[in-house]
């Protein structure tokens, strides 16, 4: 008993909250739509930003249908899952780094209006998702994976913005990669986050030890 009040039965499976699921369901529908209107808009709009983003909805849209599939696994399961979303979503940093300096490379000038109308919608869509997932940003590893990327799209999102304010400004592509390249250093930052955690959960770590390390860092 003592070993499972510290987070030591690993075998156990925990309850499944249902409006947790529900609000799973939500986030992926809202997220494979503007992958949609992102990918399109990205690539009409000549936007490294908004393709960044379109393939970021494309991997959260995955990222809550894992996390629905493991709700009710075992923990040790919910940790091996968000240690694989976390090289995910460190991927997801490098092909965006990448894909700025390509553009760089090639000197492309984006569409500053379709930018910033699909700026606005995809802050709205993820605004929506970040409120209704507010109240379990502390949870597991998977838990603060999933808040982590709804909370990186969000800020990415008003850097589109920005970004298409600039460039609508300056008549340059540079504002553009600019906020390509800080959407993929978040993404390396919320991947470092998830996979630290779900290794520390994978120990035998409690997620108040684990929360503790990481603001320590």
Same mark, same amino acid.
Do not use: C, D, K
């Given at each position: 008993m003592s070993a499972c009040c510290s987070g030591g039965c690993s075998s156990d499976k925990p309850p499944v909250d249902? &409006?947790?699921?529900r609000i799973l369901w939500i986030a992926l529908w809202v997220n494979f739509l503007m992958f949609g209107v992102e990918i399109v808009g990205g690539w009409a709009a000549g936007s490294v930003s908004l393709l960044a983003d379109a393939v970021d909805f494309f991997g959260d849209a995955a990222n809550?249908?894992?996390?629905?599939?493991?709700?009710?696994l075992a923990p040790v399961w919910r940790s091996r899952t968000a240690l694989v979303k976390g090289a995910t979503m460190g991927g997801y940093g490098v092909f965006v780094l990448a894909s700025a300096l390509w553009h760089l490379h090639s000197g492309t000038v984006p569409q500053a209006h379709t930018m910033g109308w699909i700026g606005f919608a995809a802050l709205a869509a993820n605004c929506l998702v970040a409120a209704l997932l507010f109240a379990y940003r502390n949870g597991d590893a998977n838990m603060r994976s999933v808040w982590l990327c709804t909370r990186n799209d969000a800020i990415?999102?008003? &850097?589109?913005?920005l970004a &298409?304010?600039?460039?609508?400004?300056?008549?340059?592509?540079l504002p553009d990669l600019l906020v390509a390249t800080v959407?993929?250093?978040?993404?390396?930052s919320a991947a470092r986050t998830v996979i630290l955690q779900a290794r520390g959960e994978m120990r035998g770590t409690t997620t108040a030890t684990v929360t503790m390390e990481l603001k320590r860092r």
């Open positions: 249902p &409006a947790y699921r809550y249908g894992i996390s629905l599939f493991v709700l009710g990415g999102n008003v &850097a589109v913005m &298409a304010f600039g460039v609508f400004q300056t008549g340059s592509g959407m993929g250093l978040l993404g390396l």
